[in-house]
């Protein structure tokens, strides 16, 4: 129906649901110093990430095993979006061989086909290389994507994807659209005239020192540091737009959400880089992470399989591929994103707490969380009411040295209404959540219970892992800065500030 004369069409800046990389930092879901311990090098690990997203989790997992490590490693990676199965297949497959360039210039590719939404020749044509190889090692019915592939003798990788993706990889690899046309669909939507007020809110909460390195990727499309040439990155990046050209992320996406800007910091550190150029210090230490990453799986025992289906249908589905009709799978470690915020907490623990390992004590099962806030009474720190939000706002003020006569001018509005969530004890209120969405009934009945004291993960931004019991801030003023501006752009929700990881939930001791 019509909206009638004068009244405009809503602007959509990017497309909604493609999360091409995930808005939480780099975990490892192992963290073997606090669980297995020494023990691990020897011992078979089975991990499955339920839903994905990206690969950085795989790959800061990975490299937390020891460098010898000498057991047999499987990894299920599923994600339902096809663009990021497809995403995750490429890039795998260039990670693990053995016979590619060397493991600098494999780095440098998947950072950018990662990240970069331009490549250079060299690097779209390594791209379309392995999008047509597999293409054509696929087999099966019309129906299923099914392949496999062997790197060296103890490496192997194995996909099992629906028609669709298979459907979605012919239209990309045959794409016709120009670099040109890519680029001015990505400069519509990230550079829009008409959101430069939520840029500027977000560049006043930064140091002026720190603002160019953080608006460079916006500006440029490109993760690299600042003044490195960029005249041979003249190739559109097929993996981050759609067969028709059109850019897929919303315009708040930003790849220094998906790594810790603390660990990010060391790096730049460790190689005595210039603090003010950002991205370029994020291109180091994720270039770090895959060059870690390659070098460690050619020396592991490893097999990969890949697919992309619900979460809730995955562990019966893997039993009927598995080659024994009488053990269901089990894993040391699954890990789910947030998916409990679409289908509740206990759907997850249903599915998947029957499928841990009960032989490994320290098998547990990751949920997080972004949206509970919503779902509970007293979720938010506005809840508290007036006065109690204003003494935390005096009790942020102080901590971030914003007091009273030493400042010449008042700090930006932005860096309260930011980060006045990260003084608000969740603990209460979360708890109270998973009350109510009988989390307490379900661990009862498959046998699993929710761990107090975290050995995975802190329960939210901004309080380490051995804090994890202090409702205060647990950082120095400077790391929250670094996690605040990494973790605050544009418009990524208040409630990731508010954000509490679900406890791993573990076996019964």
Same mark, same amino acid.
């Given at each position: 129906?019509?909206?009638?004369?004068?009244?405009?069409?809503?602007?959509?800046?990017?497309?909604?649901?493609?999360?091409?990389?995930?808005?939480?930092?780099?975990?490892?879901?192992?963290?073997?110093?606090?669980?297995?311990?020494?023990?691990?090098?020897?011992?078979?690990?089975?991990?499955?990430?339920?839903?994905?997203?990206?690969?950085?989790?795989?790959?800061?997992?990975?490299?937390?095993?020891?460098?010898?490590?000498?057991?047999?490693?499987?990894?299920?990676?599923?994600?339902?979006?096809?663009?990021?199965?497809?995403?995750?297949?490429?890039?795998?497959?260039?990670?693990?061989?053995?016979?590619?360039?060397?493991?600098?210039?494999?780095?440098?590719?998947?950072?950018?086909?990662?990240?970069?939404?331009?490549?250079?020749?060299?690097?779209?044509?390594?791209?379309?290389?392995?999008?047509?190889?597999?293409?054509?090692?696929?087999?099966?019915?019309?129906?299923?994507?099914?392949?496999?592939?062997?790197?060296?003798?103890?490496?192997?990788?194995?996909?099992?994807?629906?028609?669709?993706?298979?459907?979605?990889?012919?239209?990309?690899?045959?794409?016709?659209?120009?670099?040109?046309?890519?680029?001015?669909?990505?400069?519509?939507?990230?550079?829009?005239?008409?959101?430069?007020?939520?840029?500027?809110?977000?560049?006043?909460?930064?140091?002026?020192?720190?603002?160019?390195?953080?608006?460079?990727?916006?500006?440029?499309?490109?993760?690299?540091?600042?003044?490195?040439?960029?005249?041979? %990155?003249?190739?559109?990046?097929? *993996? =981050?737009?759609?067969?028709?050209?059109?850019? $897929? +992320?919303? &315009? !708040?996406?930003?790849?220094?959400?998906?790594?810790?800007?603390?660990?990010?910091?060391?790096?730049?550190?460790?190689?005595?880089?210039?603090?003010?150029?950002?991205?370029?210090?994020?291109?180091?230490?994720?270039?770090?992470?895959?060059?870690?990453?390659?070098?460690?799986?050619?020396?592991?025992?490893?097999?990969? %399989?890949?697919?992309?289906?619900? *979460? =809730?249908?995955?562990?019966?589905?893997?039993? $009927? +591929?598995? &080659? !024994?009709?009488?053990?269901?799978?089990?894993?040391?470690?699954?890990?789910?994103?947030?998916?409990?915020?679409?289908?509740?907490?206990?759907?997850?623990?249903?599915?998947?707490?029957?499928?841990?390992?009960?032989?490994?004590?320290?098998?547990?099962?990751?949920?997080?969380?972004?949206?509970?806030?919503?779902?509970?009474?007293?979720?938010?720190?506005?809840? =508290?009411?007036?006065?109690?939000?204003?003494? $935390?706002?005096?009790?942020?003020?102080?901590?971030?040295?914003?007091?009273?006569?030493?400042?010449?001018?008042?700090?930006?509005?932005?860096?309260?209404?930011?980060?006045?969530?990260?003084?608000?004890?969740?603990?209460?209120?979360?708890?109270?959540?998973?009350?109510?969405?009988?989390?307490?009934?379900?661990?009862?009945?498959?046998?699993?219970?929710?761990?107090?004291?975290?050995?995975?993960?802190?329960?939210?931004?901004?309080?380490?892992?051995?804090?994890?019991?202090?409702?205060?801030?647990?950082?120095?003023?400077?790391?929250?800065?670094?996690?605040?501006?990494?973790?605050?752009?544009?418009?990524?929700?208040?409630?990731?500030?508010?954000?509490?990881?679900?406890?791993?939930?573990?076996?019964?001791?």
């Amino acid at each position: 129906m019509s909206k009638g004369p004068g009244v405009a069409e809503p602007i959509s800046f990017g497309k909604a649901g493609n999360y091409l990389w995930g808005n939480m930092p780099a975990a490892d879901i192992l963290n073997v110093a606090k669980n297995e311990g020494s023990s691990v090098r020897d011992q078979d690990l089975s991990l499955c990430f339920a839903a994905s997203g990206d690969l950085r989790n795989v790959i800061k997992t990975v490299n937390g095993l020891p460098q010898d490590y000498r057991g047999h490693l499987t990894l299920v990676i599923n994600d339902l979006h096809p663009q990021v199965a497809i995403r995750n297949v490429v890039l795998l497959c260039m990670l693990l061989d053995p016979s590619g360039p060397s493991d600098e210039l494999i780095a440098e590719v998947v950072l950018h086909a990662l990240y970069s939404t331009r490549l250079t020749e060299s690097q779209a044509s390594f791209v379309q290389f392995w999008m047509d190889r597999i293409n054509m090692t696929a087999r099966g019915p019309l129906n299923l994507f099914d392949g496999h592939m062997e790197f060296g003798s103890q490496c192997e990788l194995a996909w099992l994807y629906p028609g669709p993706v298979a459907a979605l990889l012919y239209l990309i690899r045959n794409a016709t659209y120009t670099t040109s046309q890519a680029e001015a669909d990505r400069h519509r939507i990230m550079l829009s005239p008409q959101r430069i007020d939520y840029r500027e809110r977000y560049c006043s909460t930064l140091r002026p020192r720190h603002r160019l390195g953080f608006t460079y990727w916006r500006e440029t499309g490109l993760l690299l540091p600042i003044g490195q040439p960029v005249d041979s %990155f003249n190739t559109a990046n097929r *993996l =981050l737009y759609s067969e028709k050209g059109e850019w $897929l +992320l919303k &315009d !708040n996406a930003n790849p220094a959400v998906a790594w810790d800007p603390l660990e990010v910091n060391a790096t730049r550190q460790r190689l005595k880089l210039p603090e003010e150029d950002y991205t370029g210090n994020l291109f180091f230490h994720i270039k770090h992470q895959l060059v870690e990453f390659i070098k460690r799986v050619r020396g592991f025992k490893l097999t990969v %399989f890949l697919l992309s289906m619900d *979460l =809730l249908d995955l562990p019966e589905f893997l039993d $009927l +591929l598995s &080659d !024994n009709s009488t053990k269901q799978l089990t894993f040391d470690r699954v890990e789910t994103s947030n998916v409990m915020d679409t289908v509740g907490p206990s759907a997850i623990l249903a599915t998947w707490a029957p499928r841990l390992n009960r032989d490994n004590p320290h098998s547990c099962l990751l949920m997080y969380s972004m949206n509970w806030p919503f779902k509970v009474s007293g979720g938010t720190v506005e809840s =508290l009411g007036r006065e109690k939000v204003q003494k $935390l706002m005096m009790q942020l003020a102080d901590y971030l040295g914003f007091k009273k006569g030493k400042l010449n001018k008042p700090p930006p509005v932005g860096i309260f209404t930011t980060n006045l969530g990260t003084l608000f004890d969740t603990r209460p209120p979360f708890s109270r959540y998973l009350r109510e969405h009988g989390t307490q009934e379900a661990a009862r009945t498959f046998k699993v219970r929710e761990r107090k004291t975290p050995r995975i993960l802190p329960p939210r931004l901004r309080v380490q892992l051995d804090d994890a019991d202090s409702p205060k801030i647990t950082i120095t003023p400077e790391q929250f800065y670094w996690i605040g501006v990494a973790h605050s752009f544009l418009q990524v929700p208040k409630v990731l500030n508010d954000s509490f990881r679900l406890d791993p939930v573990s076996n019964v001791a």
